[in-house]
């Protein structure tokens, strides 16, 4: 069965751009953002590995690790990110895993045989220290992801582990959010949410972000 939110993602070793990885050994306690796209040179990848090098520190700010994939070879990869760093203004700062055998593909199941029965998709999984699944999605091949979305999705993601509180729709860091709908209390709300809150509905209480 597919991995789905809240499990506890499965381990391998694999060799890489940047030598053999053992996972949760290499995750050790950050965030991690794992990604898988179809193949070395070609032209969507190469825009996309060289926006996520560039974005690196962003998430090195949030203790998030970045880890490609693709079922390439090592060898493979170290060659197509001369061509990444020549042509991206970046320089390859995280390692790619070189999936050959398609271990780590099957796993996590990149690889959807109605789409392409070879290449893995674009899929992306957000996995947090406990090593629990917190957030997956797809794309096609044919579609380059938006990976600012991604840090905003870890930003939310760290916010309300800590704070009982939801962000709305296109929510960015600094801007108001949503009290949960389980706390109902009155006073617990009032020393909760010492800031306040506008209730628009009974289910809609709006707040600032408490830890800003
Ligand atoms: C690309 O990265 O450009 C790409 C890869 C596979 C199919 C289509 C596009």
């Known amino acids: 069965m597919a991995l789905q939110l809240g499990d506890t993602v499965p381990d391998f070793t694999q060799s890489s751009s940047a030598g053999e990885i053992s996972f949760y050994e290499w995750a050790g306690d950050s965030w991690v953002v794992l990604f898988s796209h179809p193949a070395d040179?070609?032209?969507v990848c190469t825009t996309e590995l060289g926006d996520v090098a560039r974005l690196k520190p962003e998430f090195d700010k949030r203790n998030a690790k970045v880890l490609a994939l693709s079922v390439d070879s090592a060898e493979s990869h170290v060659g197509w990110i001369k061509d990444i760093e020549e042509t991206q203004d970046a320089n390859l700062n995280y390692p790619i895993l070189a999936d050959g055998d398609r271990k780590v593909s099957d796993l996590y199941g990149m690889i959807h045989p109605n789409a392409n029965n070879t290449l893995t998709v674009r899929s992306v999984f957000i996995i947090?220290?406990?090593?629990?699944l917190?957030?997956?999605f797809t794309y096609p091949a044919s579609t380059g992801r938006n990976f600012p979305e991604i840090l905003r999705v870890i930003d939310s993601l760290q916010l309300t582990d800590h704070h009982q509180v939801a962000t709305p729709s296109n929510w960015g860091e600094g801007e108001d959010c949503v009290?949960?709908?389980?706390i109902k209390d009155p006073e617990e709300l009032k020393q909760k949410f010492p800031k306040g809150y506008t209730e628009v509905k009974p289910y809609l209480r709006i707040t600032p972000q408490p830890n800003k």
């Open 41 to 43: 040179y070609t032209p």
């Open 134 to 136: 917190r957030l997956t």
């Open 179 to 182: 009290i949960v709908p389980s």
């Open 128 to 132: 947090d220290p406990n090593k629990k």
